[in-house]
């Protein structure tokens, strides 16, 4: 168990339609990420939040939105969703800028 | 645009052998790496790393390799046991100010350790 919460585990929608992925960073860590995987495809870099700002952004559609509240807790959202959309969404924390990262165990998102 | 390769999607070796997985990045800032290990619905899980000062780095039955002029870095896994059959991600970081230190991750290399 890594500590970071991630929910849903699974998600199934359609076309069209607006998600939102939660997740929940170990205690401490103050350092958020977002990564996509698709199939045959790495882990994509989406954007990390840390202490509440946005820090670095990646290959982040503008259909898709992220932040992170006081509590650390972290929400990406996902709207206009295409069928390439799908893909196995993670959440990462550290405990500063760099190092280790701690990741959930992901959560499955179908578009169909 | 990957800048993290891992060019064998898989590898099988028997237990007992010596496992080498390599990674290939083209981020010539990139300065610190790492590799990760992912076993199917978890999340990957940190396996060991490498900082650019160094060209070897050695935790129990893992070794990391770095070569910095090649832009190449390899997993040693001796002796490979059946338990570490798992996906394998490359990672690095320390690129340009609009990636921060996020990791950049290679596609994964599945390992297959054979009885």
């Known amino acids: 168990d890594s500590g970071v919460t991630q929910t849903p585990k699974h998600l199934i929608t359609a076309t069209g339609q607006r998600v939102t992925l939660r997740c929940s960073p170990r205690?401490?860590?103050?350092?958020v990420y977002w990564y996509q995987q698709s199939l045959d495809q790495g882990l994509q870099f989406l954007i990390q939040?840390?202490?509440?700002?946005?820090?670095a952004k990646g290959n982040i559609l503008e259909r898709f939105s992220a932040q992170q509240f006081p509590d650390l807790h972290s929400e990406l959202n996902l709207s206009s969703l295409e069928l390439g959309d799908s893909a196995l969404y993670f959440c990462?924390?550290?405990?500063?800028?760099?190092?280790?990262?701690?990741f959930g165990e992901g959560s499955r998102l179908t578009v169909l | 645009d990957q800048q993290v390769k891992q060019n064998s999607p898989s590898l099988s070796v028997q237990e007992g052998r010596i496992s080498i997985l390599n990674c290939d990045y083209t981020?010539?800032?990139?300065?610190?790496f790492l590799w990760y290990k992912k076993y199917p619905a978890e999340g990957p899980t940190f396996l060991i790393s490498?900082?650019?000062?160094?060209d070897k780095n050695e935790d129990g039955r893992f070794t990391v390799f770095l070569n910095k002029s090649a832009k190449h870095l390899s997993l040693h896994i001796v002796p490979s046991q059946p338990g570490d059959s798992a996906v394998y991600f490359c990672?690095?970081?320390?690129?340009?100010?609009?990636?921060?230190?996020?990791?950049?991750f290679g596609k994964g290399t599945s390992l297959l350790v054979t009885p």
């Open positions: 990462a924390s550290s405990r500063d800028l760099t190092g280790e990262l701690f």
């Open positions: 205690s401490g860590d103050l350092s």
């Open positions: 939040y840390y202490n509440g700002e946005e820090r």
């Open positions: 981020n010539s800032m990139f300065d610190y």
């Open positions: 490498i900082s650019s000062i160094k």
């Open positions: 990672a690095a970081s320390g690129g340009d100010s609009n990636s921060g230190y996020a990791l950049n």
